[in-house]
């Protein structure tokens, strides 16, 4: 009987490894108390969860990530990422009469700031006679 059910199963998940281990976990939700979606005629709870996935009552993609869910110990939430202050931003004296008191730079503040760094570009002098 298994032999049958798992090569009904294949055409579902194809590989045979991800079959057992989509199987196996379903068999133990069914062992844990979850409900089973078919009629269980006198069969054990890893040949249940065969048929199962083989009939397509219980979808094989919600199983993987129902399984995967299990197996993870730590869960990674998105959180968003702090705003990094701008450079000069803070920590300026308020005697400066050029300080820019928002959190934003305007993008001719920015070009003015990357003139202040460049070095001056050099003139060649001509030979004097």
Do not use: W
């Not at 032999?3 to 069914?30: Q, W, Y």
């Amino acid at each position: 009987m298994a032999r049958v059910t798992v090569e009904d199963c294949i055409d579902k998940v194809e590989n045979r490894f991800d079959l057992v281990l989509l199987a196996s976990h379903r068999a133990r939700m069914i062992s844990s108390g979850s409900q089973i979606t078919i009629d269980r005629d006198n069969d054990k709870n890893p040949v249940v969860s065969l048929r199962e996935i083989a009939e397509t009552t219980v979808s094989p993609g919600d199983l993987k990530e129902d399984l995967i869910h299990s197996l993870q110990k730590y869960v990674e939430v998105d959180e968003p990422e702090p705003e990094v202050p701008l450079i000069g931003a803070g920590g300026v004296d308020s005697d400066d009469a050029d300080v820019v008191t928002s959190d934003r730079m305007t993008e001719e503040e920015l070009l003015k700031g990357l003139e202040g760094l460049a070095p001056p570009e050099e003139v060649p002098e001509e030979d004097a006679e």
